[in-house]
Nanobody, 125 residues
């Protein structure tokens, strides 16, 4: 069982920055991947970034965030540094986790079974 709690969302002007944090409380010895997803109004949820156990392997799954967002991980804490924010980044951002000790199975297609409650990010002009 993994419980995830996100923080750091808010409202920011275009071009601004925010840093999201997700703390995982794990009640298992299984290694796990962590990820950021987001969902904008009227759109399907999309994967933003995944980080493998140990934090060494980071993958970005949304082209529009590359070069602006940086995902990182320190043990059971996941971060998303978001710079140069655009209106298209407005969404609810979710932290997710899945049990896996290898980099390859962190891909979104494998499915994530633990989710946080989400944190709202709003970017205004």
């Amino acid at each position: 069982q993994v419980q995830l709690v996100e923080s750091g969302g808010g409202s920011v002007q275009t071009g601004g920055s925010l840093r999201l944090t997700c703390v995982a409380s794990a009640y298992t010895s299984v290694d796990f991947c962590m990820a950021w997803f987001r969902q904008s109004p009227g759109k399907e949820r999309e994967a933003v970034a995944t980080v493998a156990h140990g934090g060494g392997d980071v993958a970005y799954w949304t082209d529009s965030v590359e070069g602006r967002f940086t995902a990182s991980r320190d043990k059971n804490t996941l971060y998303l540094q978001m710079n140069d924010l655009e209106s298209g980044d407005t969404a609810i951002y979710y932290c997710a986790a899945r049990g896996c000790a290898y980099n390859f199975c962190c891909a979104p297609s494998y499915g994530y079974n633990y989710w946080g409650q989400g944190t709202q990010v709003t970017v205004f002009a």
